[in-house]
């Protein structure tokens, strides 16, 4: 009995023991280190992720999209599961190398060896790099080169989807369009064009999901769940009218070679409202690989760079006299016999050719800077600035595009006579090219200055909002633009057999040959060639400004740039109607 | 004493009702559990369809984009033999350009 009762006694004291063992323990795991376990648990049947959100499209005016999203594929590897590197380097490479764009170069096929050479050298460090388990080997892997990948079957070689940017368009409208790359914090970020201007807007917000997930890592339905959706980035519909863009661009590039020149530009603009049809520079890069091109190609000059305009300036300068009364429609220059002398400076004709007694019309048809100077004399600085402030030079036009240049005009203090004489046929005075094709609007546009717009409407799901501008400011009286719009016709049909146009449409347009700028004095061999017009001319469907820079093949924008701009403007006739009355 | 034999045959059936009735509700929600666990992997099998068929969804899109792009559309006109028309004639609509003769009109109305 007595041994009965030690045993009882024992075992009473054992269990008291274990049971404050195990109480003890329960508290200090409980209580004590609660949130450290509570953390080690929700990591167990917790999890989350974030939820990207799709970067807005680009689409042009019929809906088409000029940049939109591409499925693309983050390439990894597993390294315990690689059971030979060398391998498994040799077979990928070939597929994942850069490849060279120019196939019919003499040395493509040894220069493609060595960049596959030296991809495979760099696969193999990756996929043997010291205390690794996970490694990304490429990003941006297309989806025919995965689908190639995951035949060959390789083991530990896996797949993860990203977002890319995609093109459809090719490098159509490049620099209008800008192009997405990384921010400091290695986030995506849009940088020039519409991309720049528009990247909050087309970024949109990501979005986060946490659940709690069972043994097999499948969703426990009543769990505690949270869910914050992804807000998608908002889509641009643009003004452009990609075949109008695709005949610019396709022209641009003809002419540049026909002509020989460095470069060329061309802007279409519909002038009642200042919708930008077609926008185009050429050369231009590529925006899905714009990391391999420098970065000064990323600037659009159409936006971003200025050019002493020349000729092309003469028809802003008549209508602003004409407007201002300073002189009638049927003033003549009494001027006009021969050069004029400023100062130290002699102005002349550039053809040595003088028209004495020539009427406004003859001034813009011979396209007359000694004429020009009498215009600007009637007008003097003062009135010739404030014009000048009303076309909207001197500030931003307010496009819609990143990189815009902010040119100020000289203060009107320091404006001598030279300078307005010069100003009256376009020399010493910088524009953009957005800022001369809006000017010329005004003419167009029954003395309304628009402002230039690319976006119509910003889009989210079902919801369009219409995007607003500043209304049009009247600059000039209708009865001025249209004066001015006969002497560009006139201009344009009395060099007719310079070009090709349809008989009995109507087309205003001016010519500029202007010379570049270099350290103080002007380079006697380079020049910039220009041609801005409208047509029809009596009821403007469009403006356009066309540039070829330093053209080799003649010397006067009447023999290069001119017939080049009428060669677009038959092409867009049709396209747009236009038809001879 | 009949009447507490009662009693604790009461009180048995009251606990009989009590474990039966909590082994139901366990049974029950090992049921119901069971049937919802099943539920969370299909729940994850259609969210992952959805981003499949979406993903699918954006790549069949990027295909029409490229097969629809002016510059696909212009290479295979090409490649077809289309070439560009140079000589557009228009043509003036204020004028019939279909009139019959008028020798023809005439023995018409006659």
Same mark, same amino acid.
């Given at each position: 009995m007595v041994a009965s009762g030690l045993r009882v006694k024992f075992l009473a004291a054992f269990f008291l023991l274990a049971s404050v063992l195990i109480l003890s323990k329960l508290f200090s795991i409980q209580v004590l280190k609660s949130d450290e376990f509570l953390v080690v648990a929700k990591s167990q049947y917790q999890t989350s992720k974030t939820i990207p959100a799709r970067r807005g499209s680009i689409l042009a005016s019929d809906g088409f999209p000029l940049v939109t999203f591409d499925q693309i594929w983050l390439l990894w590897a597993t390294v315990a599961k690689i059971e030979n590197p060398q391998r498994v380097a040799k077979t990928l490479a070939p597929l994942i190398a850069d490849k060279i764009d120019d196939q019919e170069a003499a040395d493509s096929v040894k220069l493609q060896e060595k960049i596959i050479s030296q991809e495979e050298d760099r696969i193999k460090k990756v996929l043997t790099r010291e205390g690794a388990s996970w490694v990304p080997i490429k990003h941006k892997i297309k989806r025919e080169i995965k689908e190639e990948i995951e035949k /060959?079957? /390789? $083991?530990?070689i896996g797949f993860d989807p990203e977002d890319d940017r995609s093109y459809p368009e090719g490098t159509m409208a490049a620099r209008l369009l800008g192009f997405v790359g990384k921010d400091d914090a290695g986030e995506s970020k849009g940088y020039f064009g519409l991309e720049g201007f528009y990247d909050l807007a087309l970024s949109g917000s990501r979005g986060t999901k946490a659940w709690e997930k069972d043994a097999f890592g499948n969703t426990i339905l009543f769990g505690s769940n949270r869910k914050f959706e992804a807000m998608d980035g908002m889509d641009l519909k643009t003004n452009i009218d990609r075949s109008v863009q695709f005949i610019i661009e396709r022209h641009l590039e003809k002419g540049i070679k026909k002509y020989d020149a460095v470069s060329g530009l061309a802007v279409v603009i519909r002038p009642i409202d200042g919708a930008i049809l077609a926008l185009s520079s050429v050369p231009a890069y590529d925006p899905a690989k714009f990391s391999k091109y420098e970065s000064k190609t990323y600037i659009d000059p159409i936006v971003g760079e200025s050019f002493e305009p020349g000729s092309i300036f003469k028809v802003l300068v008549m209508a602003a006299a004409l407007d201002s009364g300073v002189i009638k429609q049927d003033s003549k220059c009494d001027k006009c016999s021969g050069p004029r002398i400023i100062g130290e400076y002699t102005i002349d004709s550039g053809t040595n050719e003088y028209y004495p007694n020539s009427t406004l019309s003859e001034i813009i048809e011979h396209s007359d800077n000694v004429g020009m100077v009498w215009v600007s004399e009637k007008m003097g600085v003062d009135r010739l600035y404030n014009y000048l402030l009303k076309y909207g030079f001197g500030l931003p036009t307010g496009i819609d595009l990143q990189g815009e240049a902010s040119l100020p005009l000289r203060k009107k203090e320091d404006w001598s006579f030279i300078d307005l004489a010069t100003a009256s046929f376009g020399q010493g005075i910088a524009v953009t090219p957005i800022q001369m094709v809006r000017a010329v609007s005004v003419i167009a546009n029954e003395g309304k200055l628009p402002v230039p717009r690319v976006v119509e409407k910003i889009s989210s799901g079902d919801k369009d909002e219409i995007v607003k501008y500043p209304g049009s400011q009247q600059v000039i009286s209708p009865r001025a633009a249209r004066l001015v719009t006969d002497m560009m016709v006139g201009a344009v049909e009395s060099r007719s057999n310079m070009w090709f146009k349809p008989k009995d449409i109507k087309v205003a347009g001016k010519t500029g040959t202007a010379q570049v700028p270099i350290a103080g004095h002007y380079d006697p061999d380079k020049t910039i060639a220009s041609f801005i017009g409208f047509a029809p001319a009596d009821d403007p469907k469009f403006v356009m400004l066309v540039i070829l820079r330093? @053209?080799?093949? $003649? @010397?006067w924008a009447s023999q290069t740039v001119a017939p080049l701009w009428f060669s677009i403007a038959n092409d867009l006739f049709p396209y747009m109607g236009i038809q001879p009355k | 004493m009949k009447q507490s034999k009662n009693e604790t045959s009461k009180s048995k059936k009251g606990w009989y009702v009590v474990f039966g009735l909590v082994g139901a509700i366990i049974f029950a929600q090992l049921i119901v559990s069971g049937a919802w666990a099943s539920k969370g992997e299909e729940l994850n099998k259609l969210d992952a369809k959805v981003v499949k068929l979406a993903k699918e969804n954006q790549e069949l899109q990027a295909d029409l984009s490229s097969k629809a792009s002016l510059q696909e559309l212009s290479a295979k006109a090409q490649e077809l033999g289309f070439v560009k028309q140079n000589s557009i004639v228009y043509v003036d609509l204020t004028h019939s350009v279909a009139a019959l003769p008028q020798n023809t009109l005439s023995s018409l109305s006659r």
């Open positions: /060959l079957d /390789l $083991a530990g330093e @053209p080799k093949s $003649a @010397p | -």
